[in-house]
């Protein structure tokens, strides 16, 4: 085999690696997935409150994947659920105090790590071209959303 693949299989196992142990250590250390956490935090940088439309707009989820997500973090008490004042049709996602705190404490890591310390511009431009890639070298293009995920 040659051994620039070689060299990329091990970056990748390296990376699955990480992320799995990652994982692991907030599910012990603070009973979250990633994919709570980077809710947390998302909701966090629209100053701790928005609604579900915005979230769908910002997220690569399917509206019920986005919807369960909210109601374990709702269960965890890590975030309230509320209509809107001004419209009823609208709900609102709040982060409790709890919230707020498992923000604060757990570890800034993955991907949500860029809005919050980003590297320099060559790096980024970098990490997205080999991750676009990845998926299509990785035959994983069938399986991807189409298009660029919102930001």
Known sequence: MDAQIEAAIR???RLDAA???FNADLAARFGLTGAQLGMLRLIAEFGGTT???ELKTRLAL?????GQLVARLADKELVSVSSDPDDQRRR???LTKTGERMVAEAPLAGPVRLRHQP???ATVAALTAGFELAVEAFGLTAHAP???IRR
């Open 51 to 53: 609604t579900l439309a």
């Open 92 to 94: 609102l996602v709040r």
């Open 119 to 121: 590297p320099d511009p």
């Open 146 to 148: 189409n298009g660029r």
């Open 62 to 66: 399917h509206p019920a994947s986005l």
């Open 11 to 13: 970056a990748w196992l």
């Open 19 to 21: 992320f799995t142990a």
